[in-house]
């Protein structure tokens, strides 16, 4: 089935550390996207990257950086500057092109960042 | 800039109630709108969509009317049932752009008792 992977689910770091959150897509599309998920709030947008070797910044993303070599995957890293890493984590997908194009994206089932 | 407004939650409902969820955006273009429902511990999941004035999306009972005179996309459902418990968000991505963002609310938490 097409769809979004993310790994892990469930992730622990201590602080200081670097980690790397996967994201890998089957659906063929262009664009993806990192969101950050906190307890009662939206989604607030991390990075995005409308094609391979290309991406933006988004709202927030002082303390991550990202990647985009292939177009199916989209590693975001939550680095040592984030002061404050712990909230779930989703990456999303969505074609722009083509005339149907209404801008729905697709998520992963989110991965849970937590700092010791 | 675009922002998305959604009614403050929690919800919570008894089986077979009617459920509304008011939704308001502003925007400086013609956007399309979306809600997406999020069960626990998931990611978010499409649940309709409109991309014009006056488009209804609808899915799984749930329904919602693109009001371009009234900046609003309130989500509607007739009978409401436990497992409708979850998140949604109301969210809008402008049509004639390809910057690739969306913009959400801050979600409304829907429970839904026996």
């Known amino acids: 089935d097409g769809g979004i992977t993310q790994s892990p689910k469930y992730l622990f770091r201590k602080e200081g550390q670097n980690v790397t959150l996967s994201c890998e897509q089957n659906l063929n599309h262009d664009a993806m996207y990192w969101y950050r998920q906190d307890p009662g709030q939206g989604l607030r947008l991390i990075y995005y990257?409308?094609?391979?070797?290309?991406?933006q910044k988004g709202d927030i993303a002082e303390g991550y950086s990202v990647s985009r070599e292939k177009k199916e995957s989209f590693p975001l890293t939550v680095t040592s500057a984030q002061k404050n890493p712990t909230a779930f984590y989703l990456c999303a997908s969505s074609d722009p092109s083509g005339g149907a194009n209404t801008g729905e994206l697709f998520f992963g089932e989110g991965s849970r960042l937590t700092v010791l | 800039g675009d922002s998305v407004t959604q009614m403050e939650g929690p919800v919570t409902l008894s089986e077979e109630a009617f459920l509304t969820i008011n939704c308001t955006y502003t925007?400086?273009?013609?956007?399309?709108l979306f809600w997406y429902v999020q069960y626990p511990g998931e990611g978010l999941q499409l649940l309709l969509k409109a991309t014009k004035a006056d488009d209804k999306g609808s899915n799984k009972g749930f329904e919602a009317t693109y009001r371009k005179e009234t900046t609003s996309f309130h989500l509607e459902k007739g009978s409401v049932q436990v497992s409708d418990s979850a998140v949604y968000f109301c969210a809008l991505k402008m049509r004639l752009t390809n910057a690739g963002k969306s913009t959400f609310g801050d979600g409304t938490t829907l429970t839904v008792k026996p």
């Open positions: 925007a400086t273009g013609y956007p399309s």
């Open positions: 990257s409308q094609i391979v070797n290309d991406f």
